[in-house]
Structures are given as C-alpha cells and as structure tokens.
C-alpha cells in the first residue's frame, strides 16, 4: 500500500529535508583531494546533532555509517571508513537521509574531487542529475508512477553516447516511496518495464525518493562481501542523484531542495508547490 501523506505530514518531511540539505552543504566542503570518506560521515554526524534529528542510514540493516559514499566504479552503498583517501579527479556519490519527529528525508548528489575531471565524466554526472529532475518533473497529478519512469530512461536515451559507448541505466536499485519510513512502497524503476505495468496514480500526498544511478559502461552490478558495496561490472564509473519529492494540491514539492525545487522547475516550466518552511 501506498502511504498517503497530510499537508501537516509533508511539512515535516519538509523539516527533515532541510537537514538533508544541510548535511550535502557540510559535505561538500569536505570532500576534498586527501579527506577520508570518514571524515565526511563525521561531517555528516555534525549536521544531524546540530539539528536534533537522527540518521535513517546507521543500523538500518546493520549499514554502520551515518552516509554512503561511492567513489568512482561504486555505484551504491560505499561504507565510509579512515582507510578510503580522495584522490584528486575521483568523483563521490554521498547519499544520506534524516529524520525529525518519525518523517523521514533522503537524497544523493555526485561531488568531483579536485580537478581534472574529463568531460565525459562531467557529462556523466550532468545526465544523471538532469535525469532525476525530469523524472521529478514528471510528478504530477493523473500521472502514474511509469510516467516517472520514463521520464527518466527518455532523457537518458535522448542524449549523445558517451566515448564509452553506452549510458548503462542500473536495473539492480531504484527509488522508492518515503515517509514514515525512509524505504516504502512503490518501488520506483529508472526504466520503463511493461511487464510492471503502470503503476499506481499520483495524487496529493503522493511521496517518492527518485533516485537514478547511471554508469559510463555496464547496467550490470554486483556486491562486495561487505554485503553493501555495489559496484559496476566492468569498472566503469557511476553517478548517482536523488531528490525526496512530494505531490501537493499545488504541485510538486522537492522536500530535500534548499529551495524546495522552485528555480530548477521553473527552467522546466513547473511551479513548485508553495514550501511550508518559508519564513521559517
């Protein structure tokens, strides 16, 4: 079943959001040629203690960090601990999430480290994140949740190829829907599979973390023996963003934006639903 949530409801995920963004704020400026992937779940701890909220990722089936970090050909999943140096031209992929008063937030962005990045990695990242922004666009009222889908896998496919030859959409992970829980019904897939059907209609209250993970190679992944650590098949390099976004009477809310989505929708042509933290 999908939880449907109140205006009040929203609000606080909202509040939970926010932290979440702060959280991405405080890591980026840590996510430096020589920092630890520890020392930007430290970083991440602070946040959290800072805003009274808890970690929705530490524990949650035994994962022992506050925040994934995926470096390089880790699609998902990294463990942050003191051994994993940056190193200047990596590139990062830091999910995390919050929770204030039981509602939960969750996002992912990718960070390049230092300099010297190519441009196809650079393209990289920009597709994946304009991807996730056309699937947030695609959160509408009468909508399904297939029309999320293949907002996301047109955008990808519409793009030039990359040198490697292919964008490898992965199949293995998706988003999923949030709220009193970070990880609820429906399972949202970053493809389209006509096998699932349509999926079920957004209407207000409607809450979903869309999230596409997108290789410069390979769909195919696998899990190291730590049990989390996901990684590409063939070594190529992935990008991962994700927003928590919310479907009001008004529109799209995008809970975990510092400005609940307003400029980048409006480049899309959307009006963001007005956000309950405003002159807060």
């Not at 939970?16 to 920092?35: C, D, Q």
């Not at 207000?204 to 098949?233: Q, R, Y």
């Amino acid at each position: 079943m999908v939880e449907i949530k109140t205006p009040e409801q929203i609000a606080k995920m909202r509040e939970a959001g926010l932290v979440v963004a702060a959280i991405h704020a405080a890591t980026r400026e840590v996510a430096v040629p020589g920092a630890t992937t520890k020392d930007l779940d430290d970083a991440a701890r602070k946040v959290l203690a800072e805003h009274g909220a808890k970690s929705n990722f530490l524990g949650y089936g035994g994962f022992p960090a506050t925040i994934c970090t995926s470096v390089n050909d880790v699609v998902v999943h990294g463990i942050p601990d003191a051994e994993t140096v940056l190193r200047d031209g990596d590139i990062i992929s830091i999910d995390c999430g919050a929770i204030i008063d039981g509602w939960h937030g969750d996002a992912a962005y990718t960070a390049f480290v230092g300099s010297g990045h190519s441009a196809e990695l650079v393209e990289l990242s920009r597709v994946t994140e304009e991807s996730m922004w056309a699937g947030i666009a695609a959160v509408a009222k009468g909508n399904r949740l297939v029309d999320i889908s293949k907002a996301i896998e047109g955008y990808i496919r519409r793009q030039p190829r990359p040198a490697s030859g292919k964008y490898g959409i992965v199949e293995d992970y998706g988003g999923h829907g949030i709220g009193s829980q970070m990880h609820m019904d429906p399972h949202l897939l970053n493809y389209v599979d006509r096998k699932r059907g349509r999926g079920p209609k957004l209407v207000p209250g409607f809450c979903i973390a869309i999230e596409p993970m997108v290789n410069l190679g390979t769909a195919k992944t696998h899990v190291l023996d730590d049990d989390w650590t996901v990684k590409s098949n063939d070594g190529s390099w992935s990008s991962h963003w994700e927003h928590s976004v919310a479907l009001t009477e008004d529109g799209p809310l995008v809970l975990t934006a510092p400005d609940g989505g307003k400029a980048k929708l409006a480049e899309l042509g959307i009006t963001a639903a007005p956000d309950p933290a405003a002159g807060a």
